[in-house]
């Protein structure tokens, strides 16, 4: 089955530790993201990747860092230094055709994330 | 920052019904995209306008684009209790290197 798959689903991490969440796609995407979800609000958009080895910050990058080593895999990591890391985290790939329009996004199924 | 700001933040409907949501935006875009939410589960593609058409249909939706407004409304026909769930608009902007940009959302609840 083609998708993409975020592990683990449910995270609890405590203060001052750095976590790292799992994305991974076989759908042979170029573009990766990472988006942060609060209660009851939009997807804020955290790290995206458009090519192995390259990626740029989104809106609220403080905090995270990621990489991009091979196409298929785009971690997360949520350092100590993120001062409110409990959200829904999730993880997207679309095929990367800048102007084309072809930006159709398929989503991971999500990691909660939560500070304890 | 929020490109897109849908309306309204929550919206509810009995069964049978037409459900309308709006979405505005801020800067010049290649194309718009609607998605679904389930609680609690990751978000699914449900249609993608380009910045040249000004409506388009898939089954029970219906989305139009209005580029001189920067607004775009996607219209659910005769729902369904099934259709309970958050909409979001996202927008790739016109030189924005492939980034998708996510509004607010509009909680939708479809009643019995």
């Known amino acids: 089955d083609g998708g993409i798959t975020q592990s683990p689903k449910y995270l609890f991490r405590k203060e001052g530790q750095n976590v790292t969440l799992s994305c991974e796609q076989n759908l042979n995407h170029d573009a990766m993201y990472w988006y942060r979800q609060d209660p009851g609000q939009g997807l804020r958009l955290i790290y995206y990747s458009q090519i192995v080895n390259d990626f740029q910050k989104g809106d609220i990058a403080e905090g995270y860092s990621v990489s991009r080593e091979k196409k298929e895999s785009f971690p997360l990591t949520v350092t100590s230094a993120q001062k409110n890391p409990t959200a829904f985290y999730l993880c997207?790939?679309?095929?990367?055709?800048?102007?084309?329009?072809?930006?159709?996004?398929?989503f991971g199924q999500g990691t909660r994330l939560t500070v304890v | 920052s929020q490109q897109g700001e849908e309306d309204p933040q929550a919206l509810s409907i009995q069964e049978g019904e037409n459900a309308t949501m709006n979405c505005s935006y801020k800067t010049s875009i290649n194309n718009l995209q609607w998605y679904r939410q389930n609680s609690g589960r990751g978000l699914v593609h449900l249609i993608l306008i380009r910045s040249n058409e000004r409506e388009k249909h898939s089954g029970r939706l219906r989305v139009t684009l209005d580029t001189s407004k920067k607004s775009s409304s996607l219209l659910i026909t005769a729902s369904r209790a099934a259709d309970t769930a958050s909409y979001f608009c996202?927008?790739?902007?016109?030189?924005?290197?492939?980034?998708?940009?996510f509004g607010t959302g509009t909680q939708l609840k479809v009643e019995l």
């Open positions: 997207a790939s679309s095929p990367s055709r800048t102007g084309v329009g072809n930006t159709e996004a398929f």
């Open positions: 996202a927008t790739d902007a016109a030189g924005g290197g492939n980034k998708l940009t």
